[in-house]
């Protein structure tokens, strides 16, 4: 072993460990290890849920009270689960066990920079220079510093390259076996990724065995192949285990319309229409905030381009381009640009590719410049010294714009540090800050559980949980938690154009059913509200017109069980008070319900509101 070689794989190891530290330092750092998505805890849902032995949770008692973005809370079918597969919760799990899953992340980030260098050694690179390449990266450093799954899918695709590489250059079946392993691991965490690069790699290998049709080649493709459909089949055995049906994903269980494609896709109750002009707008920005976190500054993605056509090799550099391009692509079909707080999050895991392929740039540069030492080494030393610079001064502008981003949800989670192991607390926040802290990674079991807003509902989840003592934290100022000693009267209000409806239309705030404009069918139906045992009247805000006095117009009802009983019922007609309309139900226990309005297609009635109250005792 050379000098030379020796002091690069010393500086590799040293990157390696830098790396790993600098990316957990910026998770405290810049965001005090919360949420950047809300993803974050749908994955440590699931870590916890795994490490009690088991897929997933039965649903708890108010199971709506419980619901979390990201997290599948299905009493019919599925159960309590992450809506994700289940890769990524997997690789966090011994650091959930330890109660740091951010270590994960790191150790991640140096896995990662070991396999990308040792990769580009084989391919005659400079591993120094990827080393160099990611800790330079805020893109990578600080992407690391989460816990979205592109931190492990990037580990996953480094460590595919690696053993994909010295498969191909040494022919063991062994290291195809292991590609193959490491493309399992990318699939049974990001799926759509793995999908893509598949595209590429699959192209790679079938040239590969064209031109050499030994026997040697033929078993390690058939090995390759083999243990890359491990992965699938594991993932069809989860799937069918969490929904009885191996080929439904279970985020498109969740919503079916998370693929890829153009259409109708559903968001937070609202219908967004993707379209490839989207799509393509989306890539247009996602490459602007790829060129900017590269490594910090504008044009960073150009020179990296401008490397890989240097070193272009007929060899492997198809592989590479072709990889990145097709992850970048890829997701022009899909709906969502991807996290974008410290990057492109979609395209984290095309890293490995594109920094291999640069450094391939490099050593053909450094070997067109043999005929200067002197000149190339103080070129390199010059050019290192200004990307770290850039890197350097990046990332100190990043950290403080990231902390005031993340600001409340930070200050939120550290004031429930103090809340005692059986507090029951309500979080008043706006939704986005109380999506990301109002989580309950342990279930029903959670201490302390987290719940969003103390309001007239609340009720119930303090009455069904009488052994947890509840308390507010508001979020204004410095977060305060603060006792509860009185708990709000039920009462609760929908706004008529806010509820779902099968005929109607909204006009000026209200909902509006016309005789001859809208045919008979439900005006307003499918919000459902929990109540606990007790007295409660509804009070409907509704008018009629053009209805004789004794005619049905339609009419108003609570009901419970999806449907299945109706507990209070009342006709509509021409004669309805100015004041609208209520009507009282008992309940008997923690029901489930739902207030309705049904219009039979004559008169004109106007919906404004839905109010429940608690109704005082006898």
Request: glycine share 10%; net charge positive; charged share 15%.
């Amino acid at each position: 072993m050379t000098t030379a070689v020796l002091l690069s794989s010393r500086f590799v190891v040293l990157a390696a460990m830098a790396a790993g530290v600098a990316a957990y330092a910026i998770s405290h750092a810049a965001f005090r290890q919360t949420v950047v998505t809300t993803d974050e805890n749908s994955y440590i849902f699931q870590a916890r849920t795994f490490l009690q032995g088991r897929l997933k949770r039965p649903c708890p008692p108010l199971a709506g009270i419980f619901r979390h973005e990201h997290v599948i809370l299905d009493e019919k079918r599925a159960g309590w689960v992450s809506r994700y597969p289940p890769g990524h919760s997997l690789w966090l799990a011994p650091g959930v066990l330890l109660g740091q899953p951010h270590l994960m992340s790191a150790i991640g980030a140096a896995l990662a920079l070991f396999w990308m260098s040792s990769s580009a050694a084989r391919l005659g690179g400079s591993p120094a220079v990827v080393a160099l390449f990611a800790c330079c990266s805020p893109f990578f450093l600080f992407t690391y510093g989460t816990l979205l799954s592109h931190t492990s899918g990037l580990t996953a695709a480094a460590f595919m390259l690696w053993a994909y590489i010295r498969w191909r250059q040494t022919g063991a079946i062994r290291y195809a076996v292991a590609a193959g392993l490491g493309w399992s691991v990318l699939f049974l965490n990001r799926t759509y990724t793995g999908l893509l690069i598949a595209v590429p790699f699959g192209l790679h290998a079938l040239v590969g065995i064209l031109r050499d049709r030994r026997k040697q080649a033929l078993l390690g493709a058939a090995a390759f192949a083999a243990a890359a459909a491990a992965g699938a089949l594991v993932l069809l055995a989860y799937n069918y285990a969490i929904l009885g049906d191996p080929f439904t994903m279970t985020y498109l269980h969740w919503d079916p319309s998370e693929g890829l494609g153009f259409g109708p896709r559903h968001v937070h109750g609202k219908v967004v229409h993707h379209t490839l002009w989207h799509g393509c707008r989306q890539l247009g920005e996602n490459i602007r905030l790829f060129d900017r976190w590269l490594f910090g500054f504008q044009g960073s993605l150009l020179a990296l381009s401008a490397l890989v056509v240097i070193g272009w090799n007929a060899g492997w550099s198809p592989l590479l381009a072709g990889s990145t391009a097709l992850i970048w692509l890829g997701y022009v079909c899909f709906w969502y640009p991807g996290p974008r707080d410290m990057g492109p999050g979609y395209y984290f895991e095309s890293l490995p590719y594109i920094f291999v392929a640069g450094s391939l740039g490099i050593s053909q540069l450094w070997a067109w410049l043999g005929r200067f030492p002197g000149v190339r080494r103080a070129a390199a030393i010059a050019a290192a010294g200004c990307l770290a610079l850039a890197s350097a001064s990046f990332a100190f502008r990043a950290v403080p714009q990231l902390q005031r981003q993340f600001g409340p949800r930070i200050r939120l989670r550290a004031a429930l540090r103090t809340a005692p192991p059986d507090a029951m607390v309500f979080v008043e926040a706006d939704r986005e800050t109380s999506r990301a802290v109002c989580f309950n990674p342990l279930g029903a079991d959670s201490r302390p559980l987290l719940f969003w807003r103390l309001d007239g509902t609340s009720k119930a989840a303090i009455r069904r949980f009488p052994d947890r003592k509840p308390f507010s934290l508001r979020s204004s100022g410095a977060p305060r938690l603060t006792a509860v000693d009185t708990v709000p009267a039920y009462d609760t209000a929908m706004q008529g154009e806010k509820l779902h409806r099968r005929t109607g239309g909204n006009e000026n705030g209200t909902r509006m059913a016309r005789q001859g404009a809208h045919p008979p069918g439900w005006l307003a139906l499918g919000r459902s509200r929990y109540v606990f045992p007790g007295r409660f009247v509804v009070h409907y805000d509704i008018s009629v017109a053009r209805g004789g006095d004794e005619e049905t117009v339609g009419h108003v009802d609570v009901v419970a069980d999806d449907g299945a009983r109706v507990l209070a019922r009342k006709d509509l007609r021409g004669s309805v008070r100015s004041d609208g309309e209520t009507i009282a139900f008992e309940a008997d226990g923690f029901h489930l319900i739902e207030p309705r309005v049904y219009y039979s297609g004559r008169g004109d009635v106007t919906l404004r509101s839905i109010r429940i109250l608690e109704a005082a005792p006898p």
